[in-house]
C-alpha cells in the first residue's frame, strides 16, 4: 500500500494527516539507523510536554472558531 492511500484511509476515519512525522525528520539532521530514529519520533511525540502543549492548542483553536466545550 502506497502512503497516499493509507493517507487517505486514515483521514476518512477521521484521523490528521497533513503534519505526518517520519524517520527521515530525525535523520535529516541527526546520523542514526532507522530504529534509533523512530526511538527519537516516539519518545519525542509523546512526551508529556508535547502533549500537553497539542492539548493546550486543541482548546485554543476549538474555543477561537467558537466551539463549547463538554463537561464545562
Avoid: R
Avoid at 530525525?26 to 500537553?52: F, G, P, R, W
Wanted: proline share 0%; net charge negative; hydrophobic share 40%.
Amino acid at each position: 500500500m502506497d502512503i497516499k492511500k493509507a493517507k487517505e484511509i486514515l483521514s476518512k476515519s477521521g484521523y490528521q494527516v497533513y503534519n505526518l512525522w517520519s524517520i527521515e525528520d530525525v535523520q535529516h539532521n541527526y546520523k542514526c539507523t532507522d530504529d534509533q530514529a523512530m526511538e527519537v519520533l516516539i519518545k519525542a511525540l509523546t512526551n508529556e510536554a508535547t502533549m500537553d502543549q497539542i492539548w493546550f492548542a486543541i482548546d485554543f483553536h476549538a474555543e477561537d472558531n467558537g466551539l463549547k466545550k463538554i463537561n464545562q
